[in-house]
């Protein structure tokens, strides 16, 4: 199968239907700065149209650069920080400090160096006590986060200052851009091969601990995670799949030969969401585009492993 190769800024006039469009960039470098234009056009694309932005961001590796790029000029400058309000994909249940934290990582690398307020940015915390031996915090703080989500995301004024009316609301319960990313194991934001979690159709938000699932990378407890600690047996907090999948965009960021296998398999292979939960990112009415640099594309159709 092969797969169409478009400017990432006009990505919104691909049918859903038609799947995600992939966009391979020759590296990593040139990955980054594409991804961050297409933030600055999201946003201005969603402030023009409802005079606010709302994004989710991820954490790992893959967008650490965009951020910084975001952070600096030129394109600090072009993005409304006035009317962005921030939201996360998924955080792990640690300190805020923590280097393992998502918040910690987009704030160092970003938010701390751009002019949005603090009230603009919306983390995911768990409550005191949580980590790998709390799941009542974990579910307790996932509640929060929908509670928080739903009240903003049903309430934020159009362009003109009205509040939307009831029948509006429903229409208005997304968020305008999702960035994510895939592990070597299939999964994004942290929903695990396997977990429960993957089969939540209600909730926006849900605990999960890291390694639930019998096809996840490797044992609770054990094991690197993806920014490269020891991730396996935490609890964590997710926007479930039936959440992102009504987003107006969404972007998945994945560069590196590590990563060259799995991207096909999601892309190409089987459908099998239990094994690959990056499947199930269909956006119902939105659009998905894969940003991929020509590592982790290598083993696409029409391309080969060097």
């Not at 987009?106 to 009230?119: C, M, S, T």
């Not at 609301?169 to 592990?183: A, P, T």
């Amino acid at each position: 199968m092969e797969h169409p190769t478009v400017d990432g800024a006009a990505f919104h006039a691909a049918a859903p239907a038609a799947g995600p469009l992939v966009v391979v960039h020759p590296d990593a470098e040139s990955l980054a700065w594409a991804a961050a234009a297409l933030f600055v056009e999201e946003a201005r694309r969603a402030v023009e149209t409802r005079g606010c932005f709302t994004v989710a961001l991820s954490g790992g590796s893959s967008p650490e650069r965009m951020y910084q790029l975001l952070a600096r000029p030129p394109f600090s400058g072009q993005v409304s920080w006035a009317k962005v309000h921030v939201f996360w994909s998924d955080e792990r249940c640690v300190d805020v400090h923590d280097p393992r934290s998502n918040e910690s990582m987009a704030r160092k690398n970003l938010l701390d160096h751009v002019p949005i307020a603090p009230g603009q940015i919306h983390p995911m915390r768990c409550r005191a006590g949580a980590g790998a031996n709390g799941p009542r915090d974990a579910s307790s703080s996932a509640d929060d986060y929908e509670h928080l989500l739903r009240s903003f995301l049903g309430a934020t004024r159009d362009v003109g200052g009205a509040w939307p009316s009831r029948g509006e609301r429903g229409k208005r319960e997304r968020l305008d851009f999702v960035l994510l990313g895939v592990g070597t194991d299939g999964h994004t934001a942290s929903l695990f091969p396997g977990s429960d979690a993957l089969r939540e159709t209600e909730r926006w938000v849900t605990p999960v601990i890291a390694g639930d699932g019998p096809g996840s990378d490797g044992p609770v407890g054990a094991g690197p995670d993806d920014r490269g600690g020891a991730g396996r047996g935490l609890w964590r907090i997710s926007l479930t799949a039936s959440f992102i999948n009504k987003a107006a965009s969404v972007l998945f960021l994945a560069s590196g030969r590590a990563k060259a296998a799995v991207v096909g398999e999601v892309l190409e292979g089987p459908i099998d969401p239990e094994r690959l939960p990056a499947q199930l990112v269909r956006p119902q009415s939105g659009t998905v585009v894969w940003y991929l640099d020509d590592d982790s594309a290598a083993l696409l159709a029409g391309r080969s492993s060097e």
